[in-house]
Every structure is written in structure tokens, then in C-alpha cells.
């Protein structure tokens, strides 16, 4: 049986292994790291000597794909969520709380019903959200309202955490079906899910696991130099230190933009990204319980704008942070160890207590309206290669669960294709 070659161990490379190993298919996966997961993996800090994630990465109750993935692999009941569809948030400015909820809806079936807890919010304001769905070439600020409430302590902080892109550049477009997808369908769909130990053990070591019991095999620290072409067809994928491997079957390229283009002659990909700024901080003393025991809050007036909890670490996100990334590591602590204190109203004698700060600066592509044209179909101009990532053109955000649905979608194309297995 000729085998698919994957390039790529992170989220989009492991779940097209997963689709084409259902389907019968032998698959090889490389990755040049010496550990699978991509930016979605979880390592032991030495200075906090905790276990911590690479990237703080957030789910909802709507992401099918995601859900799917942890229930193939057996580790459906890995992830920790509030007792109902809730997002705390509290304004440093202001000093003001409160929680976003949802109820189970659409009203009558065909009209959403408008979140609870933030004042002055009203039906009409969640109803401006449609504009979204016809907000082609829009940003998501010349979209929305900008003045209202609803736009302020809820949609900009959503959209900027789901695009890593300010409002005033992020694409209207990547924010409809997000907000179609939750929002307008109700709580059920809308309740916040994290890694209740790691992604690791959430999503990477079960699948590697499952993988392994059902013959694919995984190949770390190969790095991809250049793929061999003859004609329409891959006939080889050259590796810096491990010479050539031969391609009878199908290729997948599950790699970033700036690597994928590196390797596939003629790809057109976003290649403008925005940085993420992760904080990790371990604390003394009890967590403090958060609204309907939710593991994250949302921050607002401050340089922290995503707090999470979990164990002794409460680790601090900021998306689209180019500017805070030039920061000093020791000045970006301070900065999110304050912002920690005043929104989880913490004592914490002592100064600073250990922290790890990751900068990463091309998190993501810069989903902004004028990058959406350079998304890539899973499909190439050669027979037997196909494309997998987040930045590939699956009508969402670069998330986790673009990611997945990438895969999902190159290896449905790979199968229905007339490659024999």
C-alpha cells in the first residue's frame, strides 16, 4: 500500500492522519522539531517547574471538528469549561465586573436571544451582528458599532482573541461564521472549553497514540528542503540530513505559510503575520473562584486581555501584540503581574513570583480582508499534492479548529481523489 506523506506533526498534519487512517490509509508523518504539536503542545518550564502550553488556545462548545478529534482519539472529557455558557470580564479602568451569558435559544427557533449581563445591551445590538455576514471586504470596525456596549465589552474582545488582529484591520468576514456559529445558535454552542491539564494531553499524545496503534508512523526531525517534481505529480520530498524519500501516493504540506511556500514552488499564502504574548505566572495561595467556575476572564483597560486558571499557573494572553512583543520580558511581567492583581483581586506579598513570558511573533497570519485572497485551497496545481493549515482557505479564523477542519478537508480531497491507495 502506498503510503500519504505528511510534512507537518502539528494540529492540521495529525488530524488529515487521523481522516485518511479511518479511511484505510497508510500514513508516514514528518515534522523537522524533535516534537509533534506545532504550536499546540505543552512542556515542563524549568523556572516555574510547572507544566505549561506553548500558546494559550481556547475552544467553543460549537467547534464540531475539534470535539470530533478528541472523541476519535478517546480523550473527549479532557477539557474543562464553566457549569453554563459564561465570560466573565472585568474593566481595569472602570473597576467594573460583569459575566456574558447565553441561553439556550434562538428564540421561536429563528430569532437569537441576546446575551445577559452586560448593561445597556439589547436585542437590536446582537441583531447588528448580521452585518458581518455581508461585511465583505469590511474591517471588523467598519462593520460593527462601534459606540454600542455589546461592541466594547463583548464583540472586540472576542474578535481580536479570534483573529490575533485588531478590530480596526481584522476581516468582518473570518468573524461572521464565528459569531453564526455561537452566538446566534444559543448557549449551548457558546461555553468556553480549555485544556484541563495540557494540550498535550488533550490532543497531541492521545492522537500520537491512536496513530501509532493503527500503523502510522511518525518521523521527528526531518526537515523538509525542497519536494522532487516530475510533470503534473511529487515524485520525492528532499530532507536537509535525510536525503530523499520517494512519493508513490499522496503528499500533504501541513506546514505554515512562509514554510509552505518555501517548499511548493508558485504558492500564494498571507505572508503578513501578528504576534501573540503568552505570560505564565506561578502563585501562592488558593485560586480564586471565578463566576460559574470559569476557567478563563477576560481583562479589559490593561495589557493583559485573556487570563487563564489552572492548578497554581494562571497564564495571560494578548493577541495581535506586535508592539508589546519589542517589550523586554521583565517589563512585560510587571505589566500582566499587575494587571493579574486588580482583576482576580489577588494578595500576593512579595513582588514578582516566578513567570515565563513566550513571544510569538508570527502566531498567526494577519487576518486582515486583503490577506483572505491569499488562502490556499487544499487542492495545488500537482496531482498528488495537497495543502492542510489554518491559514489555508476554510472560511474561519487560524484557530484550533481551522486547523483540524484543514486536515479534515485535505484528507477528504486526497481520498476522493483518483490516487490509488
Not at 476519535?72 to 479602568?93: E, H, N, Q, W, Y
Not at 500564494?268 to 460559574?292: C, K, Q, T, Y
Not at 501584540?321 to 517589563?331: G, H, K, N, T, V
Request: with cysteine.
Amino acid at each position: 500500500m502506498n503510503a500519504v506523506q505528511i510534512v507537518g506533526a502539528g494540529l492540521a498534519g495529525i488530524a488529515a492522519a487521523i481522516k485518511l487512517t479511518q479511511a484505510g490509509r497508510k500514513v508516514v508523518i514528518f515534522d523537522q522539531a524533535e516534537h509533534a504539536g506545532g504550536r499546540c503542545r505543552s512542556y515542563r518550564d524549568a523556572v516555574l517547574d510547572r507544566q505549561i502550553d506553548n500558546g494559550n488556545h481556547l475552544l467553543l462548545s460549537a467547534n464540531w471538528a475539534a470535539l470530533e478529534f478528541l472523541e476519535t482519539v478517546g480523550s473527549a472529557g479532557s477539557l474543562a469549561s464553566p457549569t453554563r455558557a459564561a465570560f466573565p470580564f472585568v474593566d481595569l479602568a472602570s473597576g467594573k465586573r460583569w459575566t456574558v451569558t447565553f441561553r439556550d435559544g434562538p428564540l421561536l427557533g429563528r430569532v437569537p436571544l441576546p446575551p445577559s449581563g452586560i448593561p445597556d445591551v439589547t436585542l437590536s445590538q446582537l441583531l447588528g451582528a448580521l452585518k458581518l455576514r455581508s461585511a465583505e471586504g469590511k474591517t471588523v470596525a467598519e462593520a460593527l458599532d462601534t459606540s454600542s456596549p455589546l461592541y466594547k465589552r463583548f464583540w472586540q474582545p472576542l474578535a481580536v482573541a479570534a483573529l490575533n488582529t485588531e478590530c480596526e484591520a481584522g476581516a468582518a468576514k473570518l468573524l461572521w461564521p464565528v459569531v453564526r456559529e455561537t452566538v446566534l445558535r444559543g448557549g449551548r454552542f457558546c461555553k468556553p472549553m480549555v485544556a484541563r491539564e495540557g494540550l498535550s494531553q488533550s490532543f497531541i499524545d492521545p492522537a500520537l497514540a491512536w496513530l501509532k496503534s493503527r500503523g502510522a508512523e511518525l518521523r521527528l526531525g526531518w526537515s523538509l528542503r525542497e519536494i522532487a517534481l516530475e510533470g503534473e505529480r511529487v515524485a520525492g520530498l528532499n530532507f536537509a540530513r535525510n536525503g530523499q524519500v520517494s512519493v508513490d501516493g499522496a503528499v500533504v504540506i501541513a506546514l505554515p505559510p512562509a514554510s509552505a511556500q518555501r517548499v511548493v514552488p508558485g504558492l500564494d499564502a498571507p505572508i503578513e503575520s501578528r504576534a501573540i504574548v503568552n505570560g505564565h505566572f506561578r502563585v501562592n495561595g488558593p485560586m480564586p473562584r471565578l463566576p460559574f467556575d470559569s476557567p478563563l476572564i477576560g481583562v479589559l483597560g490593561g495589557t493583559a486581555e485573556w487570563l487563564f486558571l489552572r492548578g497554581d499557573v494562571i497564564s495571560v494572553t494578548v493577541s495581535a501584540a506586535d508592539r508589546l512583543a519589542e517589550d523586554s520580558e521583565d517589563s512585560i511581567a510587571a505589566r500582566m503581574w499587575r494587571d493579574i492583581l486588580a482583576a482576580l483581586a489577588l494578595s500576593q506579598p512579595g513582588g514578582l513570583p516566578p513567570y515565563r513570558i513566550v513571544k510569538e511573533k508570527r502566531a498567526t497570519f494577519a487576518q486582515t480582508p486583503a490577506s483572505l485572497k491569499h488562502r490556499a485551497k487544499p487542492r495545488t496545481g500537482w496531482s498528488n499534492l495537497f495543502l492542510a493549515g489554518d491559514w489555508t482557505d476554510t472560511g474561519l479564523p487560524a484557530t484550533i479548529e481551522s486547523a483540524i477542519r484543514s486536515g479534515f478537508a485535505a484528507a477528504d480531497v486526497v481520498i476522493n481523489s483518483d490516487i490509488s491507495p
